[in-house]
């Protein structure tokens, strides 16, 4: 579906969007 680096990146932008 996508690559490991996108994922990494949803993965991030989740963390920053999630309190703490």
Same mark, same amino acid.
């Given at each position: ?6 994922? *990494?990146? /949803?993965?991030? *932008? /989740?963390?920053? *969007? /999630?309190?703490?």
């Amino acid at each position: 579906v996508g690559s490991p680096d996108e994922n *990494a990146r /949803l993965l991030a *932008a /989740l963390k920053l *969007a /999630l309190p703490g």
